[in-house]
């Protein structure tokens, strides 16, 4: 079991740097790349770089709203 724990860890450290490492090209090293160069083909228009993380954090917000409403509703459950 520890094995597969390390593991898992490990895959989600090379998939967090890999995430972290392309949002920090794409926001601050491809600005300063000419437009027509090959490496635009690669990223997506600067206008996604505010949407995408906007949006995944609302969507984590409502995530966490929701589970706590649950976790709310089965507590008032178990005292009545």
């Not at 094995?3 to 490492?21: E, H, M, P, Q, Y």
Request: one cysteine or more; proline letters at 4%.
């Amino acid at each position: 079991m520890e094995l597969a724990d390390k593991a898992v860890g490990l895959l989600l450290t090379v998939i967090s740097l890999s995430i972290f490492t392309y949002y920090t090209f794409w926001v601050i090293i491809l600005p300063f790349v000419e437009t027509d160069h090959f490496i635009h083909n690669y990223f997506l228009p600067q206008e996604y770089a505010i949407l995408i993380p906007v949006f995944a954090g609302m969507a984590l917000i409502s995530l966490l709203c929701v589970f706590i409403g649950f976790v709310m509703l089965k507590s008032k459950k178990k005292k009545a």
